[in-house]
C-alpha cells in the first residue's frame, strides 16, 4: 500500500491506494518497451511541440523510468521556476500526465478530431507537486474492426495525429495491424500458392477486418500492389513512433484462416468450411485450418518470423482469434483444449516468448456454445499467464464474473461502446465509473489493466475522456455532475452555466444506458424504410432536446470555438432523429386510416426533419462524406485502383456485401448520405404507399425491398458523384433557425 497525493477534476487529495489488489503475473514482465528513456523524452518533447507549439517552451519533460520504486506506472507534475515539469516512468506516462495538466489545470482538450487548446497566458501553477500511479499495467486500445471502419484510409499525417492522442491518453498497448497482408503475401507465394489465389482470398480495404478473422474472403478485393507497399511503409511509421513513444504494440498472429488454394497445394491437410452471416460465395465458406495439423505451427512461425525480420522485433504480443462469431466443428472440449494449445504453438513456432492476446467477445456473442467446460477448456489450453484476454463488452457484459476471471488468466476490462462507427449518442456511464473498480476488487481477480475497444471512433468524445482516465484513477468518480461540469469547462475552454447543464442533463439520460442495449443506431433516418419501424429509448428523448435548448443557449457565448460547434451539430443531429422518429409514428398512424391528404401532409413533415438534417451535417468537417471518399480515391495509384476504392467506401457503409448482406451496419449520419441515400430511400417508401393508397393496395414489402435496392442503394454504390470537401453554411445560424422552428418555446435555460 502506499500513500500518493492525486489530483483529478481540479481537487488534490491524499488517499491510499492499493496497488496488488488484483493477481501479479511474472509471465508477462517482458511485454514492456524496450526503448531507452532518452528516446522516449525526446518522442514526448517532440509531441508536446506539435500540440501547443512555441508555447512548448513552458513545459519541461522527464521520462525516468527508475523514479516509481514500486515499479508502476506513473506520472508527477509540479512547477518549477515557472515552468510546468512533467516527470514520466515511460514517455506515454509523461504524455498523459502532460495532458492531465491541459485538462485539470489549464482547461484545454485534445481529441480525435478537435481541439481546444487557449492555453493561458500564464499557465497555472502545481502546487503542491501531484503524482498519479496506475493501478492497471496495460491501457489497450482498438478493435480488431477500427482498421476497417476508421482508420482505413489514413495516411501519415493523420496517423501521427492519432499516435499523439493515444499517448496524450495514456495508452500503452495498442493494436499495429497495417500492412500484415503483404507480409501473408510473401509467405503464401513462398509455399507455392498464386497471385490470383491470394487475390481471391485478401478482402478490399475497408473489408480486411472481416477477411483477417475469416468471416469472408474476396470481399472488395483483389488488393493491389501498390496497397500492400503502401501499407507496409505505413506500419513501420506507426510501429517506430508507437515504440517510441514506450507503448507495446500488438502484432497479428496466425489463427488458421487460410485461402482456398492449401487445399491443391496440401491436398491431405485437415481443412473445414466457416460460415457467417448470409454471405455467399465467392465471399463465404473460408477455410479453416485444424490448428492440430502439423501445416498449423508451420504456417504461424513463419509468418511470425517473417513479420519479425521486417519490422525490427517484436514485443512478443500477438493476437489472435480463430472463432469469432464463427462455431468451431465440435463442441468437445478436449478438441477445443488441442485447438487452442495449437494456435499458441504457431506462435512459440515464430517467438519462443510469445503472448497470446484473444478477444472474448466470442464467449459473450455465442454464449450458448461456450459454455463453462468449452470455454475452460480454451483459455486453459494455454499456461496460465501466457494469455491475455480482452473482455471487450465489459461494460455492458462483462465474462469475467461468469468464468472465475477467465480461469485464471489476466485480463483486460474494456469499454466496447460503438458499433460500425455510427453516429448516434449513447453511452452507459455508471458501468464504465464503476466497473473496472469491481473487476479489480473481485475474488481472484486476473485483471491487468483498461481498455478502449470501439469499432469505430469520432463519435461520443465524452465518453472516452471518461474512460481514459478512470484508467488512471484510484476510484470512481464521485459526483459525475462535477466531473461533467469540468469535462465541458476543458472542451470549450470557459466556464458557461448553459453548457454544463446540457452535458450533465446528457449523461443522465441518453449517456446512462443500463439496460444492456448497444450502440447500434437503430434511427428511423438510417435504417432501411418500413411500416414498422421501432426505435429503442433507454432515455427520455425530451432530455435531449432539453439539451439543445441549452446548447443553442450557449452559441453566443461559445460560438468561435470549434469543439462547441462540433457538440451544437451533434445535439441538433440527435434531436432531429428524435423528432423524426416522432414524425414517423405519427405517418404511419395516418397511413393506417388511408387518408391520402392526411397522408401527404405527414409525408412532408417528416421528409423535411431529414432535409433540415442534412443542412446541418453540412455545416461541420466532420460530419460529411466527402472527406471519407476523397481519402480512399487519393490511396489509389490508377483509375481503376481509385474506382475500387470508392467502391469499397461507398459499399461498406451502405449495404456491407454484394447483396446488402449486412445493410446499414455502419450507417453514417453524414452530409451527403442522408440527402443521397438516406432521404432518398425513403422518399421512394413514401411514394410507393402514396401509390398503394391511391390504387387500394396492400404495401408489399418484399417487392418494395427489391425496388429499394435497384433503384437507390445499389446504384449509390456504384456511383461516382463527387461530395464537398469543406462545411458549408454557418453552424450557428441553422442551429438556431432549427431549434425555433421544433422547439419554439423551450424553458428553463439561461
Not at 192 to 206: C, R, V, Y
Not at 385 to 413: C, H, R
Amino acid at each position: 500500500m502506499a500513500s500518493i497525493l492525486l489530483k483529478f477534476c481540479g481537487v488534490v487529495f491524499l488517499t491510499h491506494l492499493f496497488l496488488c489488489s488484483a493477481k501479479d503475473f511474472p509471465t508477462l514482465d517482458h511485454i514492456r518497451t524496450k526503448v531507452d528513456d532518452a528516446t522516449q523524452q525526446q518522442t514526448v518533447q517532440d509531441m508536446v511541440f506539435r500540440v501547443v507549439g512555441d508555447r512548448f517552451t513552458d513545459f519541461s519533460v522527464t521520462v525516468d523510468s527508475s523514479f516509481m520504486s514500486m515499479g508502476k506506472e506513473a506520472f508527477q507534475l509540479e512547477t518549477v521556476e515557472g515552468k510546468i515539469v512533467v516527470r514520466g516512468t515511460t514517455g506515454v506516462a509523461a504524455a498523459h500526465g502532460f495532458n492531465h495538466y491541459l485538462k485539470h489545470y489549464a482547461r484545454c482538450q485534445v481529441s480525435w478530431t478537435v481541439q481546444q487548446l487557449h492555453l493561458p497566458g500564464v499557465l497555472p501553477p502545481v502546487s503542491p507537486a501531484v503524482t498519479v500511479v496506475t493501478a492497471n499495467r496495460y491501457r489497450y486500445y482498438q478493435n480488431v474492426c477500427t482498421v476497417s471502419y476508421t482508420f482505413v484510409w489514413w495516411d501519415w499525417p493523420r496517423w501521427e495525429r492519432h499516435l499523439d492522442w493515444m499517448a496524450l491518453s495514456g495508452i500503452n498497448l495498442p493494436l499495429a495491424f497495417n500492412g500484415q497482408e503483404a507480409i501473408w503475401q510473401r509467405v503464401y507465394l513462398s509455399l507455392g500458392l498464386t497471385q490470383k489465389e491470394l487475390d481471391e482470398h485478401f478482402g478490399g480495404p475497408a473489408f480486411l477486418a472481416w477477411a483477417r478473422m475469416g468471416n469472408i474472403r474476396g470481399w472488395g478485393g483483389p488488393l493491389s500492389q501498390s496497397w500492400h507497399q503502401n501499407q507496409l511503409a505505413l506500419q513501420h511509421r506507426i510501429l517506430a513512433r508507437m515504440r517510441s513513444f514506450g507503448m507495446i504494440p500488438v502484432l497479428p498472429g496466425f489463427a488458421g484462416h487460410v485461402p482456398a488454394g492449401i487445399t491443391r497445394l496440401y491436398p491431405k491437410a485437415a481443412v473445414s468450411r466457416l460460415h457467417w452471416g448470409s454471405f455467399r460465395d465467392p465471399y463465404c465458406c473460408t477455410y479453416l485450418l485444424d490448428p492440430q495439423d502439423p501445416l498449423f505451427s508451420h504456417i504461424g512461425g513463419m509468418f511470425i518470423s517473417e513479420m519479425i525480420k521486417e519490422f525490427n522485433g517484436t514485443n512478443h504480443i500477438y493476437n489472435a482469434d480463430t472463432f469469432n462469431e464463427m462455431r468451431p466443428s465440435s463442441s468437445d472440449p478436449g478438441y477445443l483444449a488441442k485447438a487452442g494449445a495449437a494456435v499458441y504453438a504457431g506462435m512459440l513456432a515464430g517467438d519462443p516468448h510469445a503472448i497470446w492476446l484473444m478477444q472474448g467477445w466470442l464467449f459473450y456473442s455465442d454464449s450458448s456454445f461456450w459454455q463453462p467446460a468449452q470455454t475452460k477448456a480454451l483459455l486453459q489450453s494455454v499456461p496460465q499467464g501466457k494469455m491475455i484476454v480482452l473482455d471487450l463488452f465489459a461494460e455492458v457484459s462483462p465474462v469475467y464474473n461468469k468464468t472465475e476471471s477467465f480461469y485464471g488468466q489476466p485480463f483486460i476490462w474494456c469499454m466496447l461502446h460503438n458499433f460500425g462507427g455510427n453516429l448516434g449518442m449513447y453511452g452507459t456511464v455508471q458501468s464504465v465509473n464503476q466497473g473496472p473498480f469491481l473487476a479489480q476488487k473481485y475474488i481472484g481477480s486476473t485483471m491487468v489493466g483498461t481498455g478502449l475497444t470501439p469499432e469505430g471512433i469520432d463519435q461520443n468524445y465524452v465518453m472516452y475522456e471518461l474512460m481514459n482516465e478512470v484508467a488512471w484513477m484510484p476510484q470512481p468518480v464521485q459526483v459525475l455532475d462535477d466531473w461533467a461540469s469540468d469535462y465541458a469547462w476543458a472542451r470549450y475552454g470557459m466556464k458557461n452555466v448553459n453548457t454544463t447543464m446540457a452535458w450533465q442533463i446528457l449523461l443522465k439520460s441518453v449517456y446512462s444506458c443500463e439496460d444492456g442495449f448497444k450502440d447500434h443506431c437503430d434511427s428511423v433516418v438510417v435504417k432501411r424504410p418500413s411500416i414498422k419501424k421501432t426505435q429503442r429509448h433507454w432515455y427520455n428523448p425530451e432530455d435531449v432536446l432539453s439539451a439543445w435548448d441549452y446548447f443553442v443557449s450557449a452559441s453566443d457565448a461559445l460560438g468561435l470555438i470549434d469543439s462547441f460547434r462540433y457538440d451544437l451539430v451533434d445535439i441538433t443531429r440527435q434531436a432531429l432523429q428524435e423528432k423524426a422518429y416522432m414524425y414517423y409514428q405519427n405517418l404511419m398512424e395516418v397511413y393506417t386510416t388511408g387518408d391520402l391528404v392526411k397522408f401527404r401532409d405527414a409525408a412532408g413533415t417528416f421528409q423535411q426533419t431529414l432535409t433540415d438534417m442534412e443542412r446541418i451535417l453540412a455545416t461541420h468537417q466532420n460530419f460529411l462524406l466527402g472527406p471519407w471518399i476523397e481519402d480512399a480515391k487519393a490511396l489509389g495509384t490508377n483509375d481503376q485502383e481509385r474506382s475500387l476504392y470508392e467502391f469499397n467506401a461507398r459499399n461498406q457503409i451502405t449495404l456491407w456485401g454484394p447483396d446488402g448482406e449486412i445493410v446499414d451496419y455502419a450507417n453514417k449520419q453524414w452530409s451527403g448520405l442522408v440527402a443521397d441515400y438516406y432521404a432518398e430511400r425513403w422518399a421512394l417508401m413514401i411514394k410507393t404507399l402514396e401509390t398503394d393508397l391511391m390504387e387500394g393496395k396492400k404495401f408489399n414489402h418484399t417487392a418494395f425491398q427489391q425496388e429499394m435496392f435497384q433503384q437507390v442503394e445499389q446504384p449509390f454504390t456504384l456511383a461516382n458523384k463527387t461530395y464537398p470537401l469543406y462545411p458549408s453554411g454557418d453552424t450557428l445560424q441553422i442551429a438556431k433557425e432549427l431549434h425555433q422552428k421544433y422547439r419554439p418555446t423551450p424553458a428553463g435555460v439561461h
